[in-house]
């Protein structure tokens, strides 16, 4: 035999002590399919054959693989085992081994799932242990009164002790539920417990406030992405925390009283066990702050109470039945004069107290028989023996079987009442006697309202006697009317007697008396009360007002209208007005105003005397009246103005209304004496619709009506327009407002305009200051826009004032650069010149010679002319400071050539109508060649304005003009462009 069976089957094969480790850390052995099983089967077959079987004695052979040919060939019947034989013993062998190792490997399962249970248990068992723990640790911490913070934090470190977060925290609700109260979170880094602990209690503030919110528990895995955590993600992710899990703290009655969070390094969300573990000390910490809330309760209530028993200035008291005091308050004591609760608990018995002992014994009757006696009145005896007078209320106390065991009870001093009462009726004479002698009028009712008093006042004002009125019902006696509506009014007696309704006002009563007569009068009633509060009747007190409101009407008349024309004010014009736009906007129908100017009334003032101007205008009055229908408003605005408000009225009935009283008054003559008289009048129509804003735009549109029929040549009617900014008086209107706000807003801008020589013998050229208005809109707006409506409406003072100071503040600012300061031309309007204020203003402004002699003020010859002697003064005093001065416009004047030796003027302007033209028009020419000459003689320089073309300057130098001024000479350039 080549080889023995054992050689061949591998089984006689040496020990590999690498193989033998490799088997050792080899995995767990598999099951063997049937397939596997006769593979390896034909495989040792194959073996087996190869061999033919041949193996020796001398053969070691594995003992299995012996015992298997033996077996084999016993069931074979031969030496050598049949194979097919040997592969069946072979397979059953398999078989058994494969079966035994799954027995092991169950055994072995069985073993592990045992251990993980076990070791499940003694988690859990640990968990129990440390819950209970951390739990008898906090009660413990409560029961020995450390503050609740430091045994809250014992719940955080049981949080981060167990393992399941990071750091724990504990946020605590403040009492109005809104904000958290304070943070315990030991472990917590400060910026981020900086962020959360006095947080309002929103959504967005973290994962506590969001639970807070929302009522229950808010798992957040991680911080960066959610919605909760927005406003403090910047802070939770600096300090290297990504998850938190937070669940509201909640009493035994559900209410919230803070939230536990657990804040984790690592994003996630927590497992079963740590659910457990923040269910567990979220209810500790639940508890703590439960019970600490329910102590500082109780310790409030007894405070309170205590505070009650000892402040109340009622005594309290309680009593054995055998009459020895236990309790007394303070004011128990204080009542009956003793120094200290000891000396009355000293006190045998509280019988001693009572001034007669019967009332002790009425006491002791009631309370054990009824258990309680109420607003009882008794006498007590103080220590130094004085009575006093109590209401005394107690009731019995008994104990679990119902018996009464002691007195518990209050008393009230009301010695001073008693005394007061007795005044009372003491005094009831006097009051009598009182009632006899007082001015008013005094009737007093029962509590039915049947008279049982009247004084005399009353008698004669009534027409009543007592003896007759008394036990008549109030109504017979005193019967009132109002005095405007003339309707009944329920009588002020039976109002406090509950017996009618009270008017509204009262203030209109008229009384009517017995002999039918009526007498104004101003009352006053009042119900009359016994001690327990009941009403047994009623007093009124009332006087005579007749003369009071008769002169009230009076003024009232004097506040609404015009003393001499007998119309209506502007006040109550206005308040009408008011009305009828108010019903017109709300589309109750459309009203019209008429504004009435007289032309020609200073005429008449001046020629007649103001007695003449008040009859014409009460003439006026009664042309009015004569003219507009009976339901319209007349009312005198002020001076020789007029209003007149159309009530449901078309803008044809308006304006043929306005025509006809236009007409009335052109063809009214007016005599006074010999002198015989005519006026006209403007009259501006105005219609009120639902398009009308208010009373004063309705007025400024009038007003522009009416000036608008006197720029067309008076006496003439004019109808506003919607569009009224179209007209110019309503556009220099607007601009008041815009030119006020643009000087307070420092929107003005300062530009020059160069004026140059036009004679080499003249002196060096000088600049003229120029404003423009930077509009709300950035838009640059020419003078010519807004300084007619500034001219106008009397506002020029404060932009010339605007000039001077930019233009001190801009030769202050050149000075500093050493040169020579420039002069600079400003024109100054005649209102700010008729402006003492303003005036005051130049002169200080100007009180610098070097600042002085660098101004020349530009003064039009119109309002030169308008007030002469006050701008020569004025030209004088500044002169004398070395200003100069310009007259602008010149020529435009009827007698330009007058006044110029009073004046002290230093340069003539031509007015530019005479200078546009003068290289053609020789009428023109000649009006500049004489200024010139008029200016040479004076020793005046000359100026020609509105320069525009070369053949115009050339003809002025030929005529021997000083200086030019135009577009052509130079362009008005902002005043930062002239440099030193």
């Known amino acids: 035999m080549r080889r023995s069976a054992q050689a061949a089957l591998g089984l006689n094969r040496p020990a590999d002590p690498h193989r033998a480790a490799d088997a050792m850390s080899a995995p767990e052995p598999q099951s063997i399919s049937p397939s596997e099983t006769v593979t390896g089967l034909s495989t040792v077959s194959t073996t087996i054959v190869r061999a033919e079987l041949g193996f020796s004695e001398q053969d070691k052979l594995h003992p299995q693989v012996r015992t298997l040919l033996k077996e084999a060939a016993l069931r074979s019947g031969t030496t050598l085992p049949d194979v ?31 251990a993980a249970e076990l070791a499940y248990q003694a988690r859990e068992s640990e968990l129990t242990e440390r819950v209970a723990r951390a739990e008898r640790e906090v009660f413990e911490q409560l029961t020995a009164n450390v503050p609740l913070a430091e045994a809250l934090s014992s719940v955080t470190h049981f949080i981060e002790s167990v393992g399941v977060g990071t750091v724990g925290a504990i946020s605590v609700l403040a009492e109005d539920g809104r904000s958290f109260a304070y943070l315990v979170a030991p472990k917590l880094p400060a910026r981020l417990r900086a962020a959360l602990e006095h947080s309002a209690i929103d959504i967005r503030n973290g994962s506590c406030a969001a639970a807070v919110c929302l009522g229950r528990q808010v798992l957040v895995a991680d911080v960066t992405k959610d919605p909760f955590w927005e406003r403090h993600r910047e802070q939770i992710h600096s300090a290297g925390l990504n998850a938190s899990w937070s669940s509201p703290i909640k009493d035994n009655n ?64 309680q009593s054995g039945r055998d009459g020895r005091l236990k309790s007394v308050n303070p004011a128990f004591v204080a009542i009956l004069g003793y120094d200290s609760a000891e000396q009355l608990y000293a006190m045998r018995d509280v019988s001693a107290l009572y001034w007669n002992p019967e009332d002790r014994a009425e006491f002791i009757r009631q309370v054990e028989t009824q258990g309680e006696i109420r607003n009882a009145e008794f006498v007590l005896r103080r220590r130094d023996g004085q009575p006093v007078v109590v209401f005394e209320n107690a009731r019995a106390v008994r104990d679990a079987n119902g018996r009464i065991i002691s007195y518990e009870g209050a008393i009230t001093d009301i010695t001073e009442r008693k005394r007061a009462e007795q005044q009372v009726f003491a005094e009831k004479e006097r009051a009598q006697v009182t009632l006899q002698s007082i001015g008013d009028a005094v009737i007093s009712t029962d509590a039915d309202g049947k008279i049982e008093y009247i004084n005399p006042v009353a008698e004669n004002l009534t027409a ?16 009132l009317i109002d005095e405007l509506t003339r309707d009944p009014i329920d009588n002020p007696l039976l109002c406090v007697l509950g017996q009618a309704r009270r008017n509204a006002a009262t203030e209109h009563a008229v009384l009517v008396t017995r002999a039918g007569h009526e007498v104004a009068i101003q009352e006053t009633a009042a119900p009359i009360c016994d001690r327990a509060g009941r009403v047994i009747g009623a007093v009124m007190v009332f006087h005579d007002v007749t003369r009071e409101r008769r002169l009230k009407r009076a003024l009232s008349y004097q506040a609404s209208h015009d003393a001499l024309t007998g119309l209506i004010n502007r006040r109550e014009f206005d308040n009408r007005l008011h009305a009828a736009v108010l019903t017109a906007q709300r589309g109750e129908g459309a009203h019209a105003l008429l504004y009435i100017d007289l032309d020609q009334f200073k005429v008449v003032n001046d020629t007649c005397g103001h007695q003449a101007g008040d009859r014409l205008l009460r003439d006026i009055t009664g042309l009015l009246q004569s003219r507009v229908r009976a339901a319209d408003t007349i009312a005198r605005l002020g001076g020789d103005e007029f209003g007149v408000l159309l009530e449901n009225c078309t803008v044809e009935q308006s304006t043929r209304i306005a025509e006809g009283v236009r007409q009335a008054i052109r063809d009214y003559r007016f005599t006074w004496g010999a002198t015989t008289l005519s006026v006209g009048a403007s009259v501006g129509v105005v219609q009120i619709s639902s398009d009308t ?144 204020s303003f005036i005051d203003f130049v002169m200080h402004s100007v009180e610098e010679s070097e600042l002085a002699t660098a101004l020349c003020f530009e003064i039009t010859e119109t309002a030169a002319v308008t007030n002469l002697s006050n701008v020569a003064f004025v030209m004088r005093e500044l002169k004398t400071r070395g200003c100069k001065f310009s007259l602008d416009d010149f020529g435009t004047g009827l007698s330009s050539f007058m006044y110029l030796k009073s004046l002290p003027v230093d340069f003539l302007k031509i007015d530019g109508q005479f200078v546009r033209r003068i290289a053609d028009d020789p009428v023109d020419r000649s009006m500049v060649e004489a200024v010139c000459k008029v200016g040479r003689t004076l020793g005046i320089e000359t100026v020609a304005e509105c320069v525009e073309v070369q053949p115009v300057l050339d003809e002025l130098g030929r005529i021997g003009v000083d200086y030019a001024q135009g577009f052509f000479v130079a362009n008005p350039l902002p005043i930062a462009q002239l440099q030193p």
């Open 464 to 479: 009543w006697r007592l003896d007759e009125a008394r036990g008549r019902p109030i109504g017979e006696v005193l019967s």
């Open 84 to 114: 097919s034989v040997l592969m069946k013993l072979v397979s059953q062998q398999f078989e058994a081994m494969d079966a035994e190792r799954r027995g092991i490997v169950q055994s072995m399962r069985l073993m592990a799932d045992e």
């Open 693 to 836: 804003e208010s009373v004063a735009n309705l007025m400024s549109a009038a007003d522009i009506a009416c000036y608008a029929a006197k720029d067309e040549g008076r006496n003439r009617i004019h109808l506003y327009e919607a569009d009224g900014l179209s007209h110019p008086r309503h556009r220099e209107m607007h601009w008041v407002a815009r030119v006020t706000r643009a000087v307070e807003e420092n929107r003005l801008e300062l530009y020059y305009q160069p004026i140059r020589p036009v004679r080499q013998r003249a002196a060096a050229s000088f600049n003229e200051l120029l404003v423009r208005l930077r509009d709300d809109d950035g838009r640059l707006v020419p003078p010519g826009e807004f300084i007619p409506a500034a001219e106008r409406y009397n506002i020029m003072s404060v932009i010339d004032r605007w000039v001077v100071t930019r233009a001190i503040e801009f030769l202050t600012g050149w000075r500093a650069s050493g040169k020579p300061l420039p002069l600079l031309a400003i024109n100054l309007s005649g209102t700010s010149l008729n402006e003492q």
């Open 254 to 317: 559900g209410r919230v009283l803070g939230c536990l969070g657990v804040y984790h390094a690592t994003a996630g969300l927590p497992g079963q066990r740590e659910l457990r573990i923040i269910a567990h000390a979220a209810q500790i910490a639940g508890l703590a702050i439960a019970r600490r809330l329910a102590e500082e309760a109780l310790r409030a209530s007894e405070a309170k109470y205590r505070g009650l028993f000892e402040s109340i200035v009622e005594g309290v008291y």
